[in-house]
């Protein structure tokens, strides 16, 4: 049966570049919601000291919860080799950072789409950056998961591999038993492109997802498919909202997950508009599992 655990949406800017609220703050919020797990982001300020990585696991297994997914955004896609080979690097860090944590999870990305690059130099980065983490994550006993992302929240420019053709053959050229998918419905809206479709391509790479959930403030999915999900910033025309009342079939994406076996962490990316509302997607998120997994 898939598990729950919690990212901190609403609060990036506040544990990642300000430092007003401190990460023992979120656990201490995020344990009080009925989840599993707490979902951590390698740019939290305060992992910069590594004496924290394991005394923020042991403050999270004190409450009862694990640390099963680091979110990581390394950036291989950049022409310039030596900045790659500093990514490759980092990357291996964020794994030891997950391991410490107790994670299983660590995410991988693509890389940003400059406009420089062909689709095929891009997808050849990406590949050789991934597969060079690939021994070092096997060894550490983490897996890979690359996520269909729009847009780290510090990049200039968008997810490279954000279009669902790019997407696919990415992860169809990495073939090996610690590398597989973050599944997140709601990015592939902001692509302009069907969630559910990426998914049926997918579901059998398919380890983690996030739950999110969007809704159009203005005009029709085919207005924002028109704008290509807004490439250079947020759409305009889609918000973060509570799961389950946005435009994500979470019956046809939980049927499609059960039928592959699916029993992965689910991480909700959710609660801009407050606790209160992470804590109903908790409960929607809840009743679908206990209906798809009973």
Same mark, same amino acid.
């Given at each position: 049966m898939p598990k729950l655990a919690a990212f901190p949406k609403a609060?990036?800017?506040?544990?990642?570049?300000?430092?007003?609220?401190?990460?023992?703050?979120?656990?201490?919020?995020?344990?009080?919601l009925d989840i599993q797990g707490l979902e951590w982001y390698a740019g939290f300020l305060e992992m910069a000291d590594e004496e924290n990585w394991e005394k923020f696991r042991a403050e999270v297994?004190?409450?009862?919860?694990?640390?099963?997914?680091?979110?990581?955004?390394?950036?291989?896609?950049?022409?310039?080799?030596?900045?790659?080979?500093k990514e490759i690097e980092k990357q291996k860090n964020w794994i030891r950072m997950c391991k410490a944590l107790g994670g299983q999870?660590?995410?991988?990305?693509?890389?940003?789409? $400059?406009?420089?690059?062909?689709?095929?130099?891009? /997808?050849?980065?990406? &590949? *050789?950056?991934? =597969?060079?983490?690939?021994?070092?994550?096997?060894?550490s006993k983490v897996t890979l998961i690359?996520?269909?992302?729009?847009?780290?929240?510090?990049?200039?420019?968008?997810?490279?591999?954000?279009?669902?053709?790019?997407?696919?053959?990415?992860?169809?050229?990495?073939?090996?038993?610690?590398?597989?998918?973050?599944?997140?419905?709601?990015?592939?809206f902001l692509a302009g492109e069907d969630p559910l479709e990426l998914l049926y391509r997918v579901s059998n790479r398919v380890l983690s997802m996030h739950a999110s959930d969007r809704y159009l403030i203005e005009g029709t999915i085919e207005d924002l498919r028109k704008e290509e999900g807004g490439a250079m910033g947020y759409a305009k025309r889609l918000r973060h909202g509570e799961i389950g009342k946005g435009l994500n079939d979470y019956d046809?994406?939980?049927?499609?997950?059960? $039928?592959?076996?699916?029993?992965?962490?689910?991480? /909700?990316?959710?609660? &801009? *508009?407050?606790? =209160?509302?992470?804590?109903r997607s908790v409960d929607f998120l809840k009743n679908k599992i206990a209906k798809y997994w009973p």
């Open positions: 609060f990036m800017q506040e544990l990642c570049k300000d430092g007003t609220m401190k990460v023992s703050e979120w656990i201490e919020l995020a344990s009080q297994e004190l409450k009862g919860k694990k640390i099963p997914m680091l979110c990581c955004s390394p950036d291989f896609t950049h022409p310039d080799k030596d900045f790659r080979l999870y660590c995410r991988v990305l693509s890389g940003q789409r $400059r406009p420089e690059l062909s689709i095929e130099q891009g /997808i050849n980065f990406a &590949v *050789e950056c991934i =597969e060079a983490c690939l021994p070092f994550a096997e060894n690359i996520e269909n992302h729009y847009k780290d929240d510090f990049w200039e420019f968008p997810e490279f591999a954000q279009k669902m053709d790019v997407f696919c053959e990415l992860v169809g050229r990495i073939n090996h038993p610690n590398f597989g998918v973050n599944y997140d419905p709601s990015n592939t046809a994406i939980f049927t499609e997950l059960k $039928r592959v076996g699916f029993d992965g962490w689910i991480s /909700i990316e959710d609660g &801009v *508009e407050g606790m =209160e509302q992470l804590a």
